[in-house]
């Protein structure tokens, strides 16, 4: 199974709806997002994938993202998110908050880390857990994502025009 993580879209319809292609197009169902979404109509775009959300700093109508999350059957994590797929350790966030993500990171109980906030995309291993930042589809040059390959722990960024 392959799944695609999001991150910082602030309600860039048109690249987030080509960042959605492109997913669908490899088949893609599971998305996460790592917060930042800006608006509901950003979230509605989601309609038809499972997705998994977290809030980022950005995020101020709380109430509306709810309710447009609750509208798709979206699932909503709040603040940080942890699910595990096919025997895989994933957590979530945002990454604004500095001491959470360093308790995650040090926690040693997670596969994979992903966070964004920064709008640049990175990775790198602490201990047992690989920390990445997919970039983001807003304010950023390449605009980018992440798809990881959870049966092979292998991640492609992939760029958005």
């Known amino acids: 199974m392959r799944i695609g993580i999001v991150s910082d879209t602030h309600g860039n319809r048109r690249t987030v709806l080509h ?12 998305v ?9 109509e950003t979230v509605a775009l989601f309609r038809g994938f499972t997705t998994h959300f977290v809030f980022g700093n ?13 509208d798709i059957n979206a699932t909503l994590h709040d603040l940080f998110g942890s ?16 001491a959470l993500m360093r308790d995650v ?15 640049q995309a990175e990775q790198r291993q602490s201990g047992p857990t690989r920390l990445i930042n997919p970039g983001a589809l807003h304010r950023a040059r390449p605009k980018t994502f992440i798809v990881l390959d ?3 722990r292998e991640t492609e960024s992939v760029i958005v025009e």
């Open 19 to 30: 960042a959605l292609t492109e997913l669908r197009q490899r088949g893609i169902t599971t």
């Open 32 to 40: 996460l997002h790592c917060g930042d979404i800006d608006d509901p």
């Open 58 to 70: 950005c995020d101020n109508d709380k109430e509306a993202l709810r309710a447009a999350m609750a």
């Open 83 to 98: 699910i595990e797929l096919e025997g895989v350790k994933l957590a979530f966030m945002h990454g604004d908050d500095k």
């Open 105 to 119: 990171e040090r926690s040693g109980h997670y596969d994979f880390l992903f966070y964004g906030h920064t709008h």
């Open 150 to 152: 959870l049966g092979s």
